[in-house]
Protein backbone atom coordinates (compact mmCIF):
# COMPACT_ATOMS: atom_id res chain seq x y z
CA UNK A 1 0.00 0.00 0.00
CA UNK A 2 2.05 3.16 -1.11
CA UNK A 3 1.19 6.58 0.98
CA UNK A 4 -0.27 9.12 -1.36
CA UNK A 5 0.27 12.71 -0.66
CA UNK A 6 -2.56 13.61 1.23
CA UNK A 7 -2.17 11.02 3.87
CA UNK A 8 1.27 13.47 4.64
CA UNK A 9 4.10 11.99 6.40
CA UNK A 10 4.12 9.01 8.40
CA UNK A 11 3.28 9.47 11.99
CA UNK A 12 3.78 6.63 15.06
CA UNK A 13 1.31 3.94 15.12
CA UNK A 14 1.44 0.18 13.36
CA UNK A 15 1.55 -0.53 9.67
CA UNK A 16 -1.10 -2.96 8.92
CA UNK A 17 0.40 -3.80 5.48
CA UNK A 18 1.63 -7.61 6.44
CA UNK A 19 -1.54 -8.67 7.78
CA UNK A 20 -3.58 -10.20 5.34
CA UNK A 21 -0.27 -11.73 4.40
CA UNK A 22 0.42 -13.26 7.86
CA UNK A 23 -3.07 -14.40 7.76
CA UNK A 24 -2.39 -16.25 4.29
CA UNK A 25 0.35 -18.19 6.26
CA UNK A 26 -1.44 -19.02 9.67
CA UNK A 27 -4.02 -20.41 7.06
CA UNK A 28 -1.69 -22.49 5.31
CA UNK A 29 -0.54 -23.73 8.43
CA UNK A 30 2.34 -21.60 10.23
CA UNK A 31 2.40 -21.44 14.10
CA UNK A 32 3.25 -17.68 14.93
CA UNK A 33 6.01 -16.84 16.93
CA UNK A 34 5.43 -17.51 20.75
CA UNK A 35 6.28 -14.62 23.20
CA UNK A 36 7.81 -14.36 26.81
CA UNK A 37 5.10 -13.34 28.88
CA UNK A 38 5.82 -12.57 33.07
CA UNK A 39 2.70 -13.98 33.94
CA UNK A 40 2.82 -11.70 37.05
CA UNK A 41 1.73 -10.18 40.22
CA UNK A 42 2.08 -6.32 40.50
CA UNK A 43 0.52 -3.92 42.52
CA UNK A 44 1.22 -0.49 43.83
CA UNK A 45 -0.21 1.78 46.74
CA UNK A 46 -0.35 5.17 48.16
CA UNK A 47 0.61 5.31 51.79
CA UNK A 48 0.97 8.33 54.16
CA UNK A 49 4.38 9.61 53.11
CA UNK A 50 4.13 8.35 49.54
CA UNK A 51 3.82 5.12 47.20
CA UNK A 52 4.92 1.62 47.76
CA UNK A 53 5.33 -0.91 44.61
CA UNK A 54 5.78 -4.69 44.44
CA UNK A 55 6.01 -7.54 42.35
CA UNK A 56 7.06 -11.26 42.17
CA UNK A 57 10.08 -12.58 40.17
CA UNK A 58 8.99 -15.38 38.01
CA UNK A 59 8.77 -15.24 33.97
CA UNK A 60 7.00 -17.68 32.29
CA UNK A 61 7.07 -19.03 28.51
CA UNK A 62 3.93 -21.26 28.68
CA UNK A 63 3.97 -23.69 31.91
CA UNK A 64 8.14 -23.60 31.94
CA UNK A 65 9.55 -21.19 34.72
CA UNK A 66 12.07 -18.96 31.94
CA UNK A 67 13.54 -17.08 34.52
CA UNK A 68 13.11 -17.45 38.83
CA UNK A 69 14.48 -14.00 39.40
CA UNK A 70 13.98 -11.66 37.34
CA UNK A 71 13.16 -7.66 37.84
CA UNK A 72 10.20 -6.41 37.39
CA UNK A 73 9.96 -3.30 38.97
CA UNK A 74 11.67 -0.59 36.56
CA UNK A 75 13.29 2.30 36.78
CA UNK A 76 11.41 5.34 35.15
CA UNK A 77 13.00 8.56 37.14
CA UNK A 78 14.50 9.13 40.47
CA UNK A 79 11.31 9.50 41.64
CA UNK A 80 9.37 7.59 39.33
CA UNK A 81 9.58 3.60 39.21
CA UNK A 82 6.93 1.13 37.26
CA UNK A 83 6.32 -2.59 37.73
CA UNK A 84 5.49 -4.03 34.62
CA UNK A 85 3.02 -7.14 33.28
CA UNK A 86 2.29 -8.69 30.04
CA UNK A 87 5.61 -9.65 27.31
CA UNK A 88 8.94 -8.85 28.71
CA UNK A 89 10.18 -7.69 26.09
CA UNK A 90 7.51 -5.14 25.75
CA UNK A 91 7.47 -3.94 29.80
CA UNK A 92 10.94 -3.57 29.50
CA UNK A 93 10.99 -1.55 25.87
CA UNK A 94 8.29 0.68 26.90
CA UNK A 95 9.97 1.72 30.05
CA UNK A 96 13.29 2.06 28.49
CA UNK A 97 12.29 4.41 25.96
CA UNK A 98 10.04 6.62 28.27
CA UNK A 99 12.52 6.79 30.81
CA UNK A 100 15.25 8.22 28.51
CA UNK A 101 12.57 10.54 27.10
CA UNK A 102 11.91 11.89 30.80
CA UNK A 103 15.93 12.11 30.96
CA UNK A 104 16.21 14.47 28.39
CA UNK A 105 13.07 16.11 28.84
CA UNK A 106 14.53 17.01 32.50
CA UNK A 107 17.43 18.55 30.51
CA UNK A 108 15.69 20.78 28.49
CA UNK A 109 13.57 21.89 31.66
CA UNK A 110 15.44 21.70 34.63
CA UNK A 111 13.19 19.91 36.84
CA UNK A 112 11.96 17.10 38.47
CA UNK A 113 10.02 14.59 36.37
CA UNK A 114 6.33 14.30 36.83
CA UNK A 115 4.27 11.00 37.14
CA UNK A 116 1.82 12.37 34.66
CA UNK A 117 4.40 13.17 32.00
CA UNK A 118 5.35 9.37 32.18
CA UNK A 119 1.59 8.36 32.37
CA UNK A 120 0.86 10.38 29.00
CA UNK A 121 3.94 9.15 27.64
CA UNK A 122 3.18 5.74 27.80
CA UNK A 123 -0.29 5.73 27.57
CA UNK A 124 -0.08 7.83 23.61
CA UNK A 125 2.67 5.05 22.95
CA UNK A 126 0.52 1.89 24.03
CA UNK A 127 -2.62 3.67 22.42
CA UNK A 128 -0.97 4.37 19.02
CA UNK A 129 0.10 0.49 18.93
CA UNK A 130 -3.77 -0.23 19.54
CA UNK A 131 -2.69 -3.41 21.97
CA UNK A 132 -0.10 -5.20 19.80
CA UNK A 133 1.97 -3.60 22.77
CA UNK A 134 1.37 -6.20 25.26
CA UNK A 135 2.31 -4.25 28.33
CA UNK A 136 0.44 -4.02 31.96
CA UNK A 137 1.79 -1.67 33.90
CA UNK A 138 1.50 -0.35 37.50
CA UNK A 139 2.90 3.64 37.67
CA UNK A 140 4.46 5.30 40.80
CA UNK A 141 5.74 8.52 42.26
CA UNK A 142 6.17 11.61 44.08
CA UNK A 143 6.74 14.47 42.88
CA UNK A 144 7.00 18.50 43.36
CA UNK A 145 2.19 18.02 43.22
CA UNK A 146 2.44 14.64 45.79
CA UNK A 147 2.42 10.97 45.48
CA UNK A 148 0.57 9.21 42.49
CA UNK A 149 -0.36 5.98 41.50
CA UNK A 150 -1.53 5.18 38.02
CA UNK A 151 -2.95 1.72 35.86
CA UNK A 152 -2.01 1.76 31.98
CA UNK A 153 -3.65 -1.32 30.07
CA UNK A 154 -2.19 -2.28 26.97
CA UNK A 155 -4.54 -0.24 24.88
CA UNK A 156 -3.70 2.73 26.29
CA UNK A 157 -6.34 3.92 29.01
CA UNK A 158 -5.61 4.64 32.30
CA UNK A 159 -7.15 4.79 35.95
CA UNK A 160 -5.75 6.74 38.95
CA UNK A 161 -6.37 4.76 42.03
CA UNK A 162 -5.50 4.52 45.89
CA UNK A 163 -4.59 0.92 45.15
CA UNK A 164 -3.92 -1.45 42.08
CA UNK A 165 -2.88 -4.60 41.16
CA UNK A 166 -2.50 -6.03 37.21
CA UNK A 167 -1.08 -9.25 36.11
CA UNK A 168 -2.21 -13.21 36.32
CA UNK A 169 -2.00 -12.70 39.55
CA UNK A 170 -3.60 -9.99 40.14
CA UNK A 171 -6.83 -11.14 41.91
CA UNK A 172 -5.44 -13.09 44.43
CA UNK A 173 -3.71 -9.67 45.56
CA UNK A 174 -6.63 -7.77 45.31
CA UNK A 175 -8.77 -10.08 47.74
CA UNK A 176 -5.57 -9.25 50.28
CA UNK A 177 -5.62 -5.59 49.46
CA UNK A 178 -9.79 -5.03 49.44
CA UNK A 179 -9.53 -6.66 52.91
CA UNK A 180 -7.33 -4.75 54.68
CA UNK A 181 -5.97 -1.29 52.46
CA UNK A 182 -7.20 1.86 54.88
CA UNK A 183 -5.57 5.47 53.66
CA UNK A 184 -2.81 6.71 56.44
CA UNK A 185 -0.64 3.95 56.27
CA UNK A 186 2.73 3.70 57.69
CA UNK A 187 5.98 2.64 55.92
CA UNK A 188 5.75 -0.50 57.45
CA UNK A 189 1.78 -1.34 57.64
CA UNK A 190 2.32 -0.73 53.64
CA UNK A 191 5.41 -2.33 53.07
CA UNK A 192 3.96 -5.38 55.00
CA UNK A 193 0.87 -5.19 53.28
CA UNK A 194 2.61 -5.03 49.84
CA UNK A 195 4.05 -8.09 50.75
CA UNK A 196 1.28 -10.20 51.51
CA UNK A 197 -0.52 -9.29 48.22
CA UNK A 198 2.55 -10.29 46.25
CA UNK A 199 2.78 -13.55 48.59
CA UNK A 200 -0.76 -14.25 47.64
CA UNK A 201 0.00 -14.26 44.10
CA UNK A 202 2.40 -15.95 44.68
CA UNK A 203 1.40 -18.60 46.28
CA UNK A 204 -1.87 -18.85 44.87
CA UNK A 205 -1.48 -18.26 41.41
CA UNK A 206 0.66 -20.43 38.87
CA UNK A 207 2.23 -17.66 36.50
CA UNK A 208 3.56 -15.97 39.70
CA UNK A 209 6.09 -16.85 41.94
CA UNK A 210 9.77 -17.06 43.24
CA UNK A 211 10.36 -13.63 45.27
CA UNK A 212 8.91 -10.22 46.70
CA UNK A 213 10.35 -7.52 45.29
CA UNK A 214 9.25 -3.96 46.81
CA UNK A 215 10.05 -0.14 46.19
CA UNK A 216 9.51 2.60 48.40
CA UNK A 217 8.85 6.11 47.07
CA UNK A 218 8.89 8.93 49.27
CA UNK A 219 9.50 12.62 48.88
CA UNK A 220 13.25 12.97 47.74
CA UNK A 221 14.22 9.00 48.86
CA UNK A 222 13.50 6.38 47.06
CA UNK A 223 14.15 2.36 48.51
CA UNK A 224 14.49 -0.64 46.35
CA UNK A 225 14.05 -3.71 48.01
CA UNK A 226 15.24 -6.19 45.71
CA UNK A 227 13.84 -9.81 46.93
CA UNK A 228 12.86 -8.18 50.46
CA UNK A 229 11.07 -11.68 50.78
CA UNK A 230 12.51 -15.04 49.70
CA UNK A 231 9.68 -17.57 50.43
CA UNK A 232 10.71 -20.13 48.35
CA UNK A 233 14.00 -22.26 48.74
CA UNK A 234 14.65 -24.95 46.87
CA UNK A 235 13.53 -28.20 49.25
CA UNK A 236 15.56 -30.63 48.49
CA UNK A 237 19.11 -31.40 47.71
CA UNK A 238 21.04 -34.58 47.13
CA UNK A 239 22.86 -36.13 49.52
CA UNK A 240 25.54 -37.32 46.54
CA UNK A 241 26.95 -33.34 46.66
CA UNK A 242 27.19 -33.76 42.90
CA UNK A 243 26.43 -35.96 39.83
CA UNK A 244 29.45 -37.19 38.17
CA UNK A 245 28.26 -38.80 35.00
CA UNK A 246 28.72 -36.57 32.32
CA UNK A 247 27.36 -37.26 28.77
CA UNK A 248 29.26 -40.26 28.11
CA UNK A 249 31.38 -40.40 24.77
CA UNK A 250 31.00 -42.62 21.96
CA UNK A 251 33.62 -41.53 19.75
CA UNK A 252 36.87 -39.32 19.91
CA UNK A 253 38.50 -38.32 16.05
CA UNK A 254 41.69 -36.19 15.97
CA UNK A 255 41.99 -34.55 12.96
CA UNK A 256 45.11 -32.25 12.83
CA UNK A 257 44.52 -28.71 11.12
CA UNK A 258 47.68 -28.93 9.39
CA UNK A 259 46.74 -31.37 6.54
CA UNK A 260 43.48 -29.47 5.81
CA UNK A 261 45.15 -26.10 5.36
CA UNK A 262 47.78 -24.62 3.37
CA UNK A 263 50.25 -23.05 5.79
CA UNK A 264 52.54 -20.56 4.52
CA UNK A 265 55.67 -19.58 6.79
CA UNK A 266 56.43 -15.80 6.90
CA UNK A 267 53.53 -14.63 4.84
CA UNK A 268 52.34 -11.36 4.65
CA UNK A 269 50.98 -9.84 8.20
CA UNK A 270 46.93 -9.33 8.29
CA UNK A 271 45.92 -5.82 7.60
CA UNK A 272 44.86 -3.82 10.97
CA UNK B 1 -16.15 -23.55 3.97
CA UNK B 2 -13.97 -24.18 7.28
CA UNK B 3 -15.63 -26.61 9.30
CA UNK B 4 -17.06 -25.00 12.54
CA UNK B 5 -15.58 -26.71 15.69
CA UNK B 6 -16.89 -27.13 19.05
CA UNK B 7 -16.06 -24.46 21.60
CA UNK B 8 -16.94 -27.30 24.51
CA UNK B 9 -13.92 -29.70 25.56
CA UNK B 10 -14.76 -32.61 27.65
CA UNK B 11 -11.13 -33.01 28.92
CA UNK B 12 -9.08 -30.72 31.07
CA UNK B 13 -5.58 -30.82 32.47
CA UNK B 14 -5.20 -31.18 35.75
CA UNK B 15 -1.44 -31.59 35.61
CA UNK B 16 1.52 -33.46 37.83
CA UNK B 17 4.06 -35.19 37.17
CA UNK B 18 4.83 -39.23 37.66
CA UNK B 19 8.10 -40.43 37.71
CA UNK B 20 8.25 -44.74 38.51
CA UNK B 21 11.97 -46.49 38.87
CA UNK B 22 12.64 -50.17 38.81
CA UNK B 23 15.61 -51.52 40.91
CA UNK B 24 16.89 -55.21 41.62
CA UNK B 25 14.73 -55.98 44.58
CA UNK B 26 12.25 -52.94 44.98
CA UNK B 27 10.64 -50.23 42.84
CA UNK B 28 9.41 -46.47 43.36
CA UNK B 29 6.86 -45.11 42.25
CA UNK B 30 6.32 -40.91 42.59
CA UNK B 31 4.21 -38.78 41.93
CA UNK B 32 3.45 -34.69 42.66
CA UNK B 33 0.21 -33.58 45.09
CA UNK B 34 -0.69 -30.60 43.20
CA UNK B 35 -3.74 -30.60 41.32
CA UNK B 36 -4.54 -27.36 39.36
CA UNK B 37 -6.68 -26.19 36.22
CA UNK B 38 -5.25 -22.99 34.14
CA UNK B 39 -3.56 -21.17 36.48
CA UNK B 40 -5.41 -21.87 39.51
CA UNK B 41 -4.09 -24.59 42.16
CA UNK B 42 -7.60 -26.61 43.08
CA UNK B 43 -6.03 -28.29 45.55
CA UNK B 44 -2.35 -29.18 46.78
CA UNK B 45 -2.90 -32.33 48.10
CA UNK B 46 -4.60 -34.69 45.64
CA UNK B 47 -2.67 -38.40 45.36
CA UNK B 48 -2.11 -39.59 41.92
CA UNK B 49 -0.89 -42.77 42.82
CA UNK B 50 -2.94 -45.88 43.40
CA UNK B 51 -2.51 -49.56 44.89
CA UNK B 52 -3.79 -51.81 42.47
CA UNK B 53 -2.35 -55.18 43.95
CA UNK B 54 -0.36 -56.02 46.57
CA UNK B 55 2.82 -55.32 44.48
CA UNK B 56 1.98 -52.81 41.96
CA UNK B 57 1.16 -49.27 42.12
CA UNK B 58 0.23 -46.97 39.65
CA UNK B 59 0.78 -43.03 39.02
CA UNK B 60 -1.25 -40.94 36.46
CA UNK B 61 -1.29 -37.10 35.32
CA UNK B 62 -3.36 -35.98 33.08
CA UNK B 63 -7.68 -35.26 33.30
CA UNK B 64 -7.81 -36.36 37.31
CA UNK B 65 -11.68 -37.25 36.34
CA UNK B 66 -10.55 -39.86 33.81
CA UNK B 67 -7.76 -40.96 36.11
CA UNK B 68 -10.35 -41.88 39.22
CA UNK B 69 -12.33 -43.76 36.50
CA UNK B 70 -9.65 -45.38 35.24
CA UNK B 71 -8.53 -46.26 38.66
CA UNK B 72 -12.05 -47.88 39.83
CA UNK B 73 -12.21 -50.10 36.51
CA UNK B 74 -8.90 -51.49 37.00
CA UNK B 75 -9.74 -51.89 40.99
CA UNK B 76 -12.94 -53.47 40.22
CA UNK B 77 -11.60 -56.02 37.06
CA UNK B 78 -8.80 -56.67 40.10
CA UNK B 79 -11.68 -58.28 42.44
CA UNK B 80 -13.39 -60.01 40.23
CA UNK B 81 -9.63 -62.03 38.91
CA UNK B 82 -9.00 -62.76 42.72
CA UNK B 83 -12.41 -64.21 43.03
CA UNK B 84 -11.61 -66.05 39.84
CA UNK B 85 -7.95 -66.91 40.12
CA UNK B 86 -7.83 -66.82 44.33
CA UNK B 87 -4.93 -64.64 43.98
CA UNK B 88 -3.52 -61.14 43.36
CA UNK B 89 -2.95 -59.90 40.12
CA UNK B 90 0.97 -59.70 38.92
CA UNK B 91 2.43 -56.64 37.50
CA UNK B 92 3.09 -57.67 34.29
CA UNK B 93 -0.75 -58.86 34.00
CA UNK B 94 -2.15 -55.69 35.35
CA UNK B 95 0.03 -54.11 32.85
CA UNK B 96 -1.81 -56.06 29.92
CA UNK B 97 -5.04 -55.22 31.42
CA UNK B 98 -3.98 -51.35 31.68
CA UNK B 99 -3.14 -51.42 27.93
CA UNK B 100 -6.31 -53.21 27.07
CA UNK B 101 -8.88 -50.82 28.96
CA UNK B 102 -6.88 -47.48 28.00
CA UNK B 103 -7.54 -49.23 24.00
CA UNK B 104 -10.86 -49.91 24.49
CA UNK B 105 -11.37 -46.85 24.56
CA UNK B 106 -9.54 -45.29 21.67
CA UNK B 107 -11.89 -42.69 20.08
CA UNK B 108 -12.86 -41.33 23.05
CA UNK B 109 -9.29 -41.54 25.43
CA UNK B 110 -8.99 -41.42 28.91
CA UNK B 111 -7.00 -38.53 28.97
CA UNK B 112 -4.27 -40.35 31.67
CA UNK B 113 -0.79 -40.33 31.36
CA UNK B 114 0.40 -43.38 33.29
CA UNK B 115 3.22 -44.96 34.27
CA UNK B 116 2.70 -48.56 36.46
CA UNK B 117 5.99 -49.84 38.94
CA UNK B 118 5.82 -52.99 41.12
CA UNK B 119 7.64 -56.20 41.75
CA UNK B 120 7.31 -58.97 38.96
CA UNK B 121 6.81 -62.66 38.94
CA UNK B 122 10.76 -63.02 40.53
CA UNK B 123 10.51 -60.12 42.47
CA UNK B 124 12.49 -57.69 40.72
CA UNK B 125 11.47 -54.33 40.29
CA UNK B 126 9.68 -53.73 37.12
CA UNK B 127 7.91 -50.08 35.62
CA UNK B 128 5.73 -49.83 32.14
CA UNK B 129 4.83 -46.80 30.67
CA UNK B 130 1.62 -45.74 28.56
CA UNK B 131 0.45 -42.91 26.42
CA UNK B 132 -3.35 -42.09 26.33
CA UNK B 133 -4.19 -44.77 23.91
CA UNK B 134 -2.22 -48.02 26.01
CA UNK B 135 0.54 -48.23 23.74
CA UNK B 136 2.97 -49.82 26.73
CA UNK B 137 6.85 -51.07 27.00
CA UNK B 138 8.22 -52.51 29.81
CA UNK B 139 11.45 -49.91 30.84
CA UNK B 140 14.01 -49.39 33.70
CA UNK B 141 12.67 -45.82 34.38
CA UNK B 142 9.53 -43.42 33.12
CA UNK B 143 8.23 -40.05 33.87
CA UNK B 144 5.32 -38.89 32.61
CA UNK B 145 3.14 -35.79 33.31
CA UNK B 146 4.05 -31.97 32.36
CA UNK B 147 7.70 -32.24 34.04
CA UNK B 148 8.37 -34.94 32.32
CA UNK B 149 10.14 -33.41 29.53
CA UNK B 150 12.42 -31.75 32.49
CA UNK B 151 12.89 -34.80 34.55
CA UNK B 152 13.48 -37.97 31.55
CA UNK B 153 16.66 -36.26 30.17
CA UNK B 154 18.00 -36.38 33.71
CA UNK B 155 17.39 -39.61 34.75
CA UNK B 156 19.14 -41.32 30.72
CA UNK B 157 21.80 -39.43 31.69
CA UNK B 158 22.25 -41.16 35.14
CA UNK B 159 20.60 -44.24 34.90
CA UNK B 160 20.75 -45.56 31.22
CA UNK B 161 23.31 -47.81 30.45
CA UNK B 162 25.97 -46.64 27.57
CA UNK B 163 25.13 -47.67 23.81
CA UNK B 164 24.42 -51.36 23.30
CA UNK B 165 26.77 -51.54 20.50
CA UNK B 166 29.33 -50.90 22.66
CA UNK B 167 28.29 -53.00 25.32
CA UNK B 168 26.68 -56.44 26.31
CA UNK B 169 23.16 -55.46 26.74
CA UNK B 170 22.36 -54.43 30.16
CA UNK B 171 19.46 -55.19 32.40
CA UNK B 172 16.68 -52.58 32.59
CA UNK B 173 16.65 -52.37 36.24
CA UNK B 174 18.86 -49.89 37.51
CA UNK B 175 22.01 -50.82 39.70
CA UNK B 176 20.94 -48.45 42.62
CA UNK B 177 20.51 -48.67 46.31
CA UNK B 178 17.00 -48.18 47.52
CA UNK B 179 17.89 -44.85 49.13
CA UNK B 180 19.90 -44.07 46.38
CA UNK B 181 16.82 -44.35 44.26
CA UNK B 182 14.97 -42.15 46.37
CA UNK B 183 17.43 -39.39 46.45
CA UNK B 184 17.30 -39.64 43.08
CA UNK B 185 13.54 -39.29 42.65
CA UNK B 186 13.57 -36.63 45.64
CA UNK B 187 16.17 -34.25 43.68
CA UNK B 188 14.52 -35.12 39.91
CA UNK B 189 11.34 -33.49 41.78
CA UNK B 190 12.51 -30.48 43.66
CA UNK B 191 14.43 -29.84 40.07
CA UNK B 192 11.10 -30.07 37.74
CA UNK B 193 8.97 -27.90 40.36
CA UNK B 194 11.72 -24.78 40.34
CA UNK B 195 10.77 -25.30 36.23
CA UNK B 196 7.41 -26.33 35.62
CA UNK B 197 4.38 -24.20 37.27
CA UNK B 198 1.92 -27.36 37.46
CA UNK B 199 4.43 -29.20 39.50
CA UNK B 200 4.80 -28.97 43.57
CA UNK B 201 3.17 -28.60 46.89
CA UNK B 202 3.93 -32.02 48.09
CA UNK B 203 6.13 -35.07 46.50
CA UNK B 204 4.41 -38.21 47.40
CA UNK B 205 6.44 -41.59 47.06
CA UNK B 206 5.80 -45.39 47.30
CA UNK B 207 7.77 -47.95 47.92
CA UNK B 208 7.23 -51.32 46.94
CA UNK B 209 9.34 -54.02 48.07
CA UNK B 210 9.87 -57.79 49.54
CA UNK B 211 8.43 -56.35 53.06
CA UNK B 212 5.18 -54.70 51.56
CA UNK B 213 4.60 -51.38 50.61
CA UNK B 214 5.64 -47.96 52.38
CA UNK B 215 4.75 -44.48 51.72
CA UNK B 216 6.94 -41.40 52.13
CA UNK B 217 5.74 -37.57 51.73
CA UNK B 218 8.04 -34.40 50.84
CA UNK B 219 7.33 -30.56 50.79
CA UNK B 220 8.00 -28.81 47.46
CA UNK B 221 7.76 -25.50 46.62
CA UNK B 222 4.38 -23.99 46.96
CA UNK B 223 4.90 -20.93 43.87
Given at each position: MSKSAIDGPTKGGFSFDLCRRNEMLVKKGLKGP???????????????????????????????VADKNCEKIHYIAPNIYCCGAGTAADTEAVTDMVSSQLTLHRYHTGRESRVVTALTLLK???????????AALVLGGVDVTGPHLHTIYPHGSTDTLPFATMGSGSLAAMAVFESKYCEGLTRDEGVQLVAEAISSGIFNDLGSGSNVDICV????????????????????????????????VLLTKITPLNKLVEVIEGGDAMEE | MTKEHANWSPYDNNGGTCVAIAGADYCVVAADTRMSSGYNILTRDYSKITQLADKCAMASSGFQADVRALQKHLEARHLIYQHQHN?????????????????????????AFNVLGG???EGKG??????????????????QGSGSTLIMPFLDNQLKSPSPLLLPAKDAV???????????????????????????????????????????????RKD
Open positions: SFLKTGTTIVGLVFQDGVILGADTRATEGPISHLFSYQGYVSLTKGHKEYLRNHLQPNPRTYISQKGSFSKKTE | KQMSTPAMAQLLSNTLYYKRFFPYYLDGCVFTYDAVGSYERVGYSSTPLSESEALDLVKTCFASATERDIYTGDKLEIVVLNAKGTRREYMEL
